[in-house]
C-alpha cells in the first residue's frame, strides 16, 4: 500500500485496505477535484471508480457496483439500507445506521465511540476512524457486534 495517494484521509486509507483485502465490495472516498488522479490510481490495483459532482468517488473492483454506490447515493430520499450493504457493512449494523438516518451518524459515531469496548472487541471500537487508527470503515451497532468483529479480525491484514 505504498502507492496510496498522500492526498487522501487516513479514514480513505483503511476503506482501500478493506477493499484491497476484499473485506469490503466497495469504497466511498471524499476526493475533491482529484477523481482522475484517483482513477488513475485505482485503475493499476484493477479497481474502477465512478465520480460525483460533489466531490465523492467510489472504488470497487466491479464497475457496477462502483456506479451503484454513486448512483444510490445521488437518490432522493433513505439510502442508508442499501447503501450500506453495497460498502459491505454487517446488515445489522446498516439496519442501525438506517435507524438514526444520515443527520443521525455523526452523533452515533460520537456515543458508539464513547463505549467501552472489551477484549476482542477493542478491534472494532470506531473511535479512531477519522484518524486512520480504525479497523472498520462503519460504526458498530453495539460495542458487542460479532459481525464487525469478524471483518475488524480477518487474518490477512496490510
Ligand atoms: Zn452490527
Known amino acids: 500500500m505504498d502507492s496510496v495517494p498522500d492526498w487522501l484521509s487516513p479514514s480513505a486509507i483503511t476503506d482501500i485496505a478493506l477493499l484491497l ?48 454506490v454513486i448512483d444510490l447515493d445521488r437518490r432522493p430520499g433513505r439510502h442508508t439500507l442499501a447503501l450500506g450493504s453495497v460498502l459491505g457493512y454487517p446488515a445489522c449494523c446498516s439496519r442501525a445506521a438506517a435507524r ?31 484518524e486512520g487508527a480504525s479497523r472498520i470503515s ?11 468483529l469478524a471483518l475488524a479480525t480477518r487474518p490477512e491484514r496490510c
Not at 455523526?106 to 472494532?124: K, L, M, N, P, T
Open 138 to 148: 462503519h460504526v458498530p451497532c453495539s460495542h458487542r457486534c460479532k459481525p464487525s
Open 21 to 68: 483485502h476484499d473485506a469490503k465490495p466497495a469504497a466511498r472516498l471524499h476526493v475533491g477535484n482529484r477523481g482522475t488522479e484517483l482513477r488513475r490510481w485505482a485503475r493499476r490495483l484493477g479497481l474502477f471508480t465512478s465520480l460525483d459532482a460533489d466531490g465523492y468517488a467510489a472504488i470497487s473492483r466491479s464497475p457496477a457496483i462502483a456506479r451503484k
Open 100 to 130: 438514526v438516518g444520515d443527520e443521525g451518524i455523526d452523533r452515533w459515531h460520537q456515543a458508539v465511540s464513547a463505549r467501552r469496548f472489551h477484549g476482542h472487541f477493542r478491534a472494532i471500537d470506531p473511535g479512531g476512524y477519522i
